[in-house]
């Protein structure tokens, strides 16, 4: 049965006061971290493909082209927006943008400016029935491991634009603008950067999603109940906790019984959501050096109405980790996911896979 629905999705890693009281290290600490500045090139971001033929001589490239990189796309202007099919925000983006599109193809910026919007952990054969139902004719391409949003430094959340003016032969950031925008907002920049204008910003002052405060639900001890929790699961029987730090800074908890160190660990990871509109994710996940998954506990996971998981969601979910490999974990919607919480289930899988390395710096069992 699908299981499909609107949730949070990412910025990376978030409260950094809090975080610092945790038992255990989540990871770096990302809030709106754009890696660009105005006036510098931007990453030459790569994509499969885009979602139908048509979408290729929209941005100057060979109908059917496939796999593309940014530097590719041809033009004076680009206007890079970011989006989830899942966010609410978005679904409103995207009708200006459509707007906006509209205008540029009818009058005398066509060819000079180019639109391309990217699906931010959507993967693209879910994307043609949003397409279709809101009319849209813009260029759309997936990023659905978010890995091209990582190499932006993780902005912030969806909506989010970025207007790049092409200079020397690279494409450079002009402005970057978070939330929704009116299609005369769209123009009003667009007009600026073909003018060869790049807005000077300091870094704290760039437009990128600002972080939002999130009380933590548990305190030390929570935590480190829940992690015994977790691995007593994970192995079959009671276990102790030692608490270990790996050679890049990660903290994890080790499961011990019958006084031997036993192969499961457990790490705490946090991300934010890629919809502006929800709550950040916080769980646990226990695993072994082979990198094989031993079990899920949620700490603060969300569905549609920033909603709490409840038994049967989070049972369903630990389901589906258990006995999968981290590395090249790939999620699919259409039996991962939580009903109504597709990003949240998106997210965690995406923070999974990415931990695959730690296993390289575990202890030999």
């Known amino acids: 049965m699908t299981r499909t629905g609107c949730r949070a999705s990412f910025a990376f890693r978030i409260g950094v006061l809090a975080l610092l009281m945790l038992p255990l290290s989540a990871g770096p600490v990302r809030a709106g971290h754009l890696a660009v500045l105005p006036g510098e090139p931007v990453p030459d971001l790569e994509f499969e493909g885009l979602l139908v033929p048509e979408d290729y001589p929209r941005l100057g490239l060979p109908e059917g082209a496939g796999g593309f990189r940014l530097s590719q796309v041809a033009g004076e202007v680009l206007v890079l927006e970011f989006f989830n099919k899942a966010c609410a925000p978005c679904q409103r983006q995207v009708r200006f943008l459509e707007a906006f599109h509209r205008t540029v ?49 993780d902005p912030g959340r969806t909506p989010f634009t970025m207007v790049l003016s092409r200079q020397e032969g690279e494409w450079v950031l002009s402005s970057s603008h978070f939330g929704v925008q009116l299609e005369t907002e769209f123009l009003a920049h667009t007009r600026a950067a073909l003018q060869g204008g790049v807005r000077p910003r300091h870094p704290r002052e760039l437009e990128v999603a600002p972080a939002k405060a999130f009380e933590m639900p548990l305190d030390a001890a929570g935590f480190r109940e829940a992690a015994q929790r977790l691995l007593a699961r994970a192995v079959g029987r009671p276990v102790t906790l030692d608490l270990m730090t790996l050679q890049d800074g990660t903290r994890l908890y080790r499961a011990a019984a019958g006084g031997r160190r036993l192969d499961a660990y457990a790490r705490l990871a946090s991300r934010e959501p890629v919809c502006e509109v929800c709550h950040a994710v916080h769980f646990l996940f226990a695993f072994d050096s082979r990198g094989r998954l031993l079990g899920f506990e949620p700490v603060h996971v969300t569905k549609y109405g920033n909603e709490e998981w409840d038994e049967d969601d989070n049972r369903f979910f630990e389901g589906r980790l258990k006995g999968r490999t981290m590395a090249g974990m790939r999620f699919d919607p259409d039996v991962d996911a939580v009903t109504m919480a597709t990003m949240t289930s998106a997210l965690i899988f995406d923070e999974v896979r990415r931990s695959a390395d730690l296993v390289r710096l575990l202890p030999r069992p």
Not at 118 to 141: P, Q, W
């Open 105 to 153: 193809e009818a009058g005398g910026l066509r060819g000079r400016v180019r639109i391309l919007a990217v699906a931010v952990g959507n993967e693209a054969r879910y994307l043609g029935t949003y397409r279709e139902s809101r009319g849209l004719t813009f260029a759309i391409a997936a990023d659905p491991q978010f890995d091209q949003w990582q190499r932006l430094g």
